[in-house]
């Protein structure tokens, strides 16, 4: 059977020896894996469109456990963000804990609307760093992990300059991101990340985004 959804690509891995093995999270299914066949060629049709943080219209056949994209349409590719080193790792770390976080064949619109509007911000804004914390407070209530719910019921020992700083961010919408005061932003992101590892591994980009971020400091 040949289906028609729209979907993004959350991770992407080596296939044998020329396709790749992609997972899609999409409007219409949820979370899936699909084989895109010769899509490590340089001249495959496939390539651009089964791109991670690329938004797509995906023709799949799917066979019981067996999907496969034989067709795509790039809907937004998202150059803002993949042109921008630091906006493209911000993105990428999100798009790896959306990943980790999201079960199989479950789909939530909910969450797709909040990704897809993630990237819009992430590619205007001027504070990316704020905008992915907000991103994965949000994401992590809408989930059943709720960060502030954990903070309360667990009767957690934060500064209350900081827990007022998790609701501003819990709370705040895209467009006001950047005119947000009184935030303080390491310190929230050292306290969430520490959080997820309760529910996931490490993301493998962590330690990378920190190193920048350390070299960022030293620089400036």
Same mark, same amino acid.
């Not at 959350?10 to 999270?25: A, F, M, P, R």
């Not at 064949?105 to 504070?127: A, F, G, M, Q």
């Not at 961010?169 to 520490?194: A, F, H, P, R, T």
């Given at each position: @059977? ?5 979907? @993004? ?10 396709d ?6 999409? %409007? ?27 938004? !797509?219209?995906? @023709?799949?056949?799917?066979?019981? &456990? ?5 067709g ?20 990428? %770390? ?6 980790k ?34 991103f994965?407070?949000? &994401? ?7 960060? &502030? ?21 819990s ?10 005061? !009184? ?7 050292n306290y ?23 070299t960022n400091?030293?620089?400036?």
């Amino acid at each position: @059977m040949y289906y028609t959804i729209k979907g @993004m690509v959350l991770n992407s891995k080596v296939h044998g020896e020329q396709d790749k093995l992609v997972t899609i999270y999409s %409007y219409e299914w949820g979370k899936f894996q699909a084989v895109v066949p010769s899509a490590k060629k340089i001249t495959a049709k496939l390539s651009s469109a089964t791109e991670l943080l690329t938004e !797509s219209e995906f @023709m799949v056949f799917n066979k019981g &456990f067996c999907s496969k994209v034989v067709g795509a349409r790039i809907l937004e590719n998202n150059s803002k963000i993949k042109n921008d080193f630091k906006r493209n790792l911000y993105a990428l %770390y999100a798009a790896e804990i959306c990943d980790k976080l999201i079960p199989y064949n479950i789909e939530n619109t909910d969450k797709y609307n909040l990704i897809i509007r993630l990237w819009k911000v992430l590619s205007e804004c001027k504070h990316q760093k704020r905008v992915l914390i907000a991103f994965i407070l949000r &994401f992590l209530k809408i989930s059943g992990y709720s960060f &502030f719910d954990y903070i309360k019921n667990a009767n957690v020992l934060i500064d209350k300059n900081i827990i007022k700083s998790i609701k501003k961010l819990s709370n705040c919408s895209g467009s006001d991101i950047d005119i947000l005061k !009184s935030v303080e932003d390491d310190k929230v992101w050292n306290y969430v990340e520490s959080y997820l590892t309760n529910y996931i591994r490490r993301p493998s980009l962590s330690i990378f985004l920190q190193k920048v971020e350390d070299t960022n400091k030293t620089l400036f």
